[in-house]
């Protein structure tokens, strides 16, 4: 059984999830210092400053391992500022992490009990990526989807189609437990949802 710590933000942060296994994971540090033991592997699902901006602080202070998916991780080293979105709201942030690990669609994440597999969901950016629990069927989906609507696709690397394809892919899943980049989560009629906001 996942062994699941959410951070549920109320400012301009992401949520955050931190898993606990024999590998300690943590998904989408964003714009805080989270109070967690110690981590692993930093996970960013994109690499918009609002998840990924204090990575590089926890990087350093615990010595983790920082993955992305190999699309946006490209996406990203052309032009870090301009891609996390921090010039676009005019902040200086410290976004001079590497990437030690460029995780592929469709390849698993194992951290002892848990297993996570990556898709790739690109529109909110171009390689954004949801993790998907088979046994407990739960979805950390960034920004792609919330329990309330979608992603925004304005800024650079943004794709409506895209997203809507990606939207499309996961309302063929089977998903009992949505957990968002930003909101609530949502457990309960997941798939319907995600069938009622597919285009």
């Known amino acids: 059984m996942m062994n699941l710590l ?3 933000s109320k400012d ?11 590998k300690k994971l943590l998904i989408d540090p964003g714009m805080r210092i989270l109070q967690v033991p110690k981590i692993d592997i930093i996970l960013l699902t994109h690499c918009h400053m609002d998840h990924a901006a204090m990575a590089h602080s926890l990087q350093k202070k615990t010595g983790c ?3 992305m998916s190999e699309a946006e991780t490209v996406f990203f080293e052309k032009n870090r500022e301009e891609a996390s979105a ?5 902040l ?3 976004f001079d992490f590497k990437i030690d690990r460029m995780l ?3 390849e698993t994440i194992d951290l002892g009990g848990t297993q996570l ?3 790739v969901t690109p529109g909110h950016t171009p390689g954004g990526l949801c993790l998907y629990e088979p046994e407990s069927k739960s979805l950390f989906s960034g920004d792609t989807v919330f329990s309330q ?10 794709d409506a189609v895209a997203l809507q394809k990606s939207i499309a892919r996961l309302a063929r899943m089977d998903i009992e437990s949505l957990y968002p980049g930003h909101g609530p989560a949502l457990k309960t009629g997941v798939n319907a949802y995600l069938k009622a906001i597919e285009v």
């Not at 921090?86 to 005019?90: I, V």
């Open 117 to 119: 597999k990556p898709i």
């Open 104 to 106: 592929r669609d469709g």
């Open 6 to 8: 959410p951070f549920y």
């Open 86 to 90: 921090s010039k676009f709201f005019g």
């Open 65 to 67: 391992e920082l993955w």
């Open 12 to 22: 301009m942060s992401s949520n955050a999830y931190f898993i606990v296994d024999q």
């Open 92 to 94: 200086d942030l410290d």
């Open 149 to 158: 609507g979608f992603g925004r696709y304005d800024l650079m690397g943004g």
